[in-house]
């Protein structure tokens, strides 16, 4: 079974840039798809974006200028550069697997989350 | 953006049968996929591909859909099955392709 687990800073200030990582394990990470979701407080989930194997990735429009995601096969990770944070990205942030194709994809596997603070 | 619309919440009393919609342009043409999430936890996928479950499921989880409407069903509810509950899709015909409707929290009354 694949396990994820993510890590990163808990606090953020107003303008920082919020790196995340997740640590893959239990699965090879080929021939799917990683992404990370995140989840506001009592609001529901916001898809962030997804890296494919290959290296090509897929980003939230509302995000992507600030956001960067990216594989790392030689270390089994998948990472999350969030830039100029504000009090909007507060929120519990999810690393999963995806399942599927182009035209297709549900996930099958979640970490547990990591919840990020954005405060001065 | 695509747009999954879900009711914000859902009552029943044990041992009935719940059904949580999730409805949007094109889902008729579309594989959904559900969710279960309990509070401080991650989400765990129920139904996949409309109705598809994974291992491990209790048949009582079962997905349909008619039309532009899915729909998740949960037969002979448990206190246990109180939970939110989110619809995603994969929308190819645009650059943001994971779509998550809004969630629908289940009360077991």
């Known amino acids: 079974q694949a396990q994820l687990h993510e890590s990163g800073p808990g606090l953020l200030k107003p303008s920082e840039t919020l790196s995340l990582t997740c640590a893959l394990s239990g699965a090879p990470i080929s021939n799917y798809y990683w992404s990370w979701i995140r989840q506001s407080p009592g609001k529901g989930l916001e898809w962030i974006g997804c890296?494919?194997?290959?290296?090509?990735?897929k980003y939230n429009p509302s995000l992507k200028s600030r956001m960067t995601i990216s594989i790392d096969s030689s270390k089994n990770a998948l990472s999350l550069k969030l830039r100029s944070v504000t009090a909007a990205d507060m929120a519990i942030y999810f690393c999963?697997?995806?399942?599927?194709?182009?035209?297709?994809?549900?996930?099958?596997?979640w970490g547990r989350g990591t919840l990020v603070t954005v405060s001065s | 953006s695509y747009v999954l619309t879900q009711p914000p919440s859902v009552s029943v009393a044990p041992g009935q049968t719940a059904r949580i919609a999730c409805g949007g342009n094109n889902v008729a043409i579309k594989n959904v996929h559900w969710y279960q999430q309990k509070p401080g936890q991650a989400p765990v996928l129920v139904v996949y591909?409309?109705?598809g479950r994974p291992s491990g499921i209790p048949e009582r989880f079962s997905g349909s859909k008619s039309g532009n409407t899915a729909t998740l069903t949960i037969s002979r509810v448990e206190a246990g099955d109180e939970a939110d509950y989110h619809c995603q899709l994969w929308d190819t015909s645009s650059d943001h392709p994971g779509v998550f409707g809004g969630g629908t929290k289940l009360t077991a009354l």
């Open positions: 591909d409309n109705s």
């Open positions: 999963a697997r995806g399942t599927g194709d182009d035209t297709n994809g549900w996930y099958d596997y």
């Open positions: 890296v494919y194997y290959s290296g090509n990735t």
